[in-house]
């Protein structure tokens, strides 16, 4: 290997990237190459061999790669050659692993509108594909969503506006509707011998789980009742469906945080169900939702699931039976991603475990027992498959300086290497810093966890300009490395090329982000009700004026919906501690989704609405004086496009702060384009270099 290569291999049990060159100083660091690794996600392993898929987004080019196991060479089967914004996800192979099936498009908006971010004037859908796993002319099979193939082969299940369909080999996959029933149907589930398909069907206030039998042509509804049933699995036998039961309710989907559950157990063939497990408390609604399988079956008839009742996201076995329950994911520790061994007797999960900024693999028997780390170190590693023999683990994962790529762990030999491992670019930047792990105290005295971006060539008696990063969701988490989530990557991209540019970076872990518990997810007054959580953005603001190599008079914000309304909050509320900020589709107003005729939810309460505007930037916009951009796509369907419409006019009209805007038609959300992601920061960065440096000679 020449002294420009990178070496990439396994120290002491943790992947890691040696970036080797002559000189970091010959190295260009630029936006485009520091944003050009392509990012992994939606890694699925087939039924048969050790075949896996997953989706790899080159620069806003997204396509389905393949590994035939963790040696050979990884292929591309699908050609999209442009940066269209069109994603692709929703991967699942066949049964003999031999197709794989996807969904091409994003979601719809209230209107009925598909994501069309280049403003194609053909118009953009979301529609079901076949790809065949050696490669070739794709399948179209028709619009929808939620593809399951028959775990026998031949059929495969989708959605359609809330319609379950079916698609046949024999017919070459062409579509029909299996049945129809009232309200939306979703989570489908096949048999183990393909013969029924369990569904939700949500019905408003309610929902019920449907059984259809193909071979009958006849449809029966489990345990019907006045509460909201969801995600249906079949037992191993075919005997029993597993799923959970929420009290029904007329409020939003959203408000099923902080209430109880039940997890239930009906006979297929009666109807007939039994409660065999309920949470002894009000902490139900996020930990059944937020992970991809939150319910499961496992050998010895027991089920896993996660839940928050011990105050930390764990999974737990319960037996069907006597309805035993073993935690089987450490304490004081959040579980993540899992997949069960092929057998159903082990379970691997990504925790935080023993270093709460990243995250690891552990391995831990359905029936309990110490868990065992299989992946310790410095490095990140989420989303495990097992590759259907059970000798295989592949997952993705980061480092401080590696981004995300596809890793393989041998069960046999121990042996981790990367798969696919030419797919991080040759000129990719080899001079990054390591974020140091920081501690912030709160007014209240909470502490707060953060990164620090440090540049490389600070000197003694600098003092350089700082900016803090808040991340959105709000449950959210940054770690200490490379996002296992895009848009953070991304973000985590940009902080690096801000800290190259000379600035200290500070990521902060404000209270209502996940990884620490949930009293902290939850902590008291958050957002519309009394903004708490604003004070750890001015404990890190005054941590940076603290130290000597900052200067406190340049203090920056950025940040992307929830981190864009701390950003814009930040500005509104102290304009003397933070010089500038970079608000990407932030929240303004929080009283205003229940104006938008877009939203179906919103605060309707008097008390309520009003401690949400005194919660809001916009009621102290007339002490805004830093000056802002202000960034946003006005088809975000998250944050309406109203948000930053109301904040601009209402920042004109005070006319104290210098307001800049960057908007881009019919882009969503989480920015679809590359090059969107591109132009973002590029013009963040030009705009800090203008209000943050201008004291400095330029660099």
Not at 28 to 33: G, H, K, R, W
Not at 67 to 81: C, F, L, M, N, Q
Not at 461 to 472: E, T, V, Y
Not at 497 to 525: D, H, K, M, T, W
């Amino acid at each position: 290997m020449n002294n420009k290569g990178i070496l990439i291999g396994w120290l002491s049990g943790t992947l890691v990237l040696f970036l080797v060159v002559s000189s970091a100083a010959t190295q260009a660091f630029t936006l485009e190459s520091v944003m050009k690794s392509p990012f992994p996600s939606g890694l699925v392993a087939s039924p048969t061999g050790d075949r896996v898929a997953w989706v790899s987004n080159d620069q806003g080019r997204r396509n389905i790669w393949i590994a035939d196991g963790p040696d050979p060479a990884a292929r591309k089967i699908t050609e999209y050659s442009e940066d269209d914004g069109q994603e692709i996800g929703e991967l699942a192979f066949s049964a003999d692993g031999e197709l794989i099936f996807f969904v091409r498009g994003g979601n719809a908006n209230n209107r009925g509108e598909y994501p069309n971010p280049t403003s194609d004037p053909g118009g953009a859908c979301q529609e079901v594909w076949a790809a065949r796993a050696t490669g070739g002319e794709l399948l179209r099979i028709g619009e929808g969503v939620n593809p399951v193939p028959s775990p026998v082969g031949g059929q495969m299940a989708f959605v359609l506006k809330g319609q379950v369909q079916l698609a046949e080999a024999k017919d070459n996959f062409r579509p029909r509707p299996l049945f129809r029933a009232r309200g939306t149907c979703g989570d489908l589930a096949w048999s183990p011998d393909g013969t029924k398909l369990a569904f939700v069907s949500s019905r408003s206030a309610h929902s019920f789980i449907g059984i259809y039998d193909l071979s009958t042509g006849s449809l029966r509804w489990l345990a019907p009742s006045v509460d909201g049933d969801s995600h249906p699995v079949f037992s191993p036998d075919g005997k029993r469906v597993a799923y959970f039961r929420f009290p029904g309710r007329t409020d939003s989907y959203y408000s099923r945080e902080g209430s109880s559950f039940a997890v239930v157990v009906a006979d297929v063939a009666t109807g007939t169900a039994r409660v065999i497990w309920t949470c002894p408390d009000e902490s139900g609604g996020f930990a059944q939702y937020y992970p991809t399988h939150p319910l499961r079956w496992a050998d010895g008839g027991r089920l896993l699931f996660y839940s928050e009742h011990e105050g930390w996201m764990r999974i737990y076995a319960l037996s069907s039976e006597d309805g035993e329950l073993v935690a089987l994911t450490p304490g004081e520790s959040e579980a993540e991603d899992s997949a069960l061994s092929p057998d159903g007797k082990r379970l691997v999960f990504s925790s935080n475990a023993n270093d709460i900024d990243r995250r690891h693999l552990w391995i831990v028997s359905v029936a309990g027992g110490e868990p065992k780390a299989i992946t310790p170190g410095t490095g990140i590693e989420w989303a495990p498959v097992w590759s259907s023999g059970g000798q295989t683990i592949f997952f993705l994962c980061s480092t401080a300086f590696q981004p995300a790529a596809l890793a393989a762990l041998s069960m046999a030999d121990g042996r981790r290497r990367l798969v696919a491992a030419g797919s991080i670019p040759n000129d990719f930047p080899v001079n990054l810093v390591a974020p140091q792990p920081v501690l912030l105290k709160a007014g209240d005295g909470l502490e707060i966890r953060g990164q620090l971006f440090v540049p490389r060539d600070i000197q003694a008696g600098d003092k350089r300009p700082a900016i803090i990063f808040m991340h959105g969701g709000p449950i959210r988490q940054m770690l200490l490395g490379w996002h296992m989530r895009s848009y953070y990557h991304n973000a985590y991209a940009f902080n690096q090329f801000l800290a190259n540019r000379g600035y200290v970076v500070l990521s902060v872990n404000y209270r209502l982000g996940i990884g620490q518990g949930r009293a902290f997810r939850l902590a008291p007054n958050g957002g519309y009700r009394g903004a708490s959580e604003y004070q750890d953005i001015v404990a890190a603001g005054k941590f940076l004026q603290a130290l000597p190599m900052v200067d406190p008079q340049r203090i920056g914000l950025w940040g992307g919906s929830y981190g864009g309304y701390l950003t814009a909050l930040g500005l509104a509320r102290d304009s003397e501690l933070f010089a500038a900020g970079v608000d990407l589709h932030g929240v303004h107003d929080w009283v205003m989704d229940w104006r938008s005729e877009d939203r179906t939810w919103g605060i309707r309460e008097e008390e309520m609405r009003r401690l949400a505007f005194d919660s809001s930037p916009i009621a102290d916009v007339r002490f805004w004086t830093s000056p802002v951009l202000m960034v946003h796509g006005d088809d975000d369907r998250n944050v309406d496009f109203l948000q930053t419409i109301d904040m601009v006019q209402r920042l004109r009209t005070e006319g104290k702060a210098h307001v800049e805007t960057l908007v881009f038609p019919d882009e969503v959300h989480s920015f679809l384009l590359h090059r969107h992601w591109l132009e973002v920061f590029s013009a963040a960065s030009d705009f800090f270099d203008r209000f943050l440096r201008k004291a400095e000679k330029k660099r």
